[in-house]
Every structure is written in C-alpha cells, then in structure tokens.
Nanobody
Framework: QVQLVESGGGFVQAGGSLRLSCAAS????????MGWFRQAPGKGREFVAQ????????YYSDSVKGRFTISRDNAKNTVYLQMNSLKAEDTAVYYC???????????????WGQGTQVTVSS
C-alpha cells in the first residue's frame, strides 16, 4: 500500500522559512516524478514543484521559482520542499504526490498525501 506522509507545515511570518517533508513508502519510486502541489482556500489545486526520483531534475512553477527548492533523499525515501521568503499568498494546504509521468499537472499524479497546512501571516 503506497503511503505519502507530509510533515513540517505550520505558521510563519512573511519573509520566513519552512521545510516540508514527504515520507514515501509502499513501493519503489524509481523512474517516477515526485511533486508538491498546494490548494489555497476557495481555489483549485496548484502545481508547485517536481523532482525526478532517479536523476534529481527539478521543475518549478513561476510563482515559487527562486524561493522554493525541492530535493530528495533516496536512502530515506523522502522528498523535501524548502520554502524561503514566504509570502501571504503562499498560504495553502501543501500536498505531496507521486506520478509515473513527467507532467506538472494534477491529473498526471497517481498517489497523494493528506496534506499539511502552511499559513503565512503578512
């Protein structure tokens, strides 16, 4: 049974930092893409970043490029999202996801975590 478990969310002031973690289990993710999405109140789920489990290639949305960094630790089966220079508009529930294809779209991801809340005060 595949499980993706996020942690690290919380409350932070604008300009601050948080690091999210996603512990993956239940199968090997070799060749898969691991991504982070977010959903703000009243809005749809939005792509944030993704990383190739095999070679570490990354891709970011324009809204977070230069502020967020996605990384993975293969030995720990864990993916991270380092979030710096946080803004109030980054407030959302952040979801970890795993997908077989390299497309930054919600429908191309097969497994999802339960989400972790990030709140940024202005």
């Amino acid at each position: 049974q595949v499980q993706l478990v996020e942690s690290g969310g919380g409350f932070v002031q604008a300009g601050g930092s948080l690091r999210l973690s996603c512990a993956a289990s239940g199968r090997t993710f070799s060749g898969w893409a691991m991504g982070w999405f977010r959903q703000a109140p009243g809005k749809g789920r939005e792509f944030v970043a993704q990383i190739s489990w095999n070679n570490g290639i990354t891709y970011y949305s324009d809204s977070v490029k230069g502020r967020f960094t996605i990384s993975r630790d293969n030995a720990k089966n864990t993916v991270y999202l380092q979030m710096n220079s946080l803004k109030a508009e980054d407030t959302a529930v952040y979801y970890c996801a795993a997908g077989r294809r390299w497309y930054p779209k919600e429908e191309d991801y097969d497994y999802w975590g339960q989400g972790t809340q990030v709140t940024v005060s202005s």
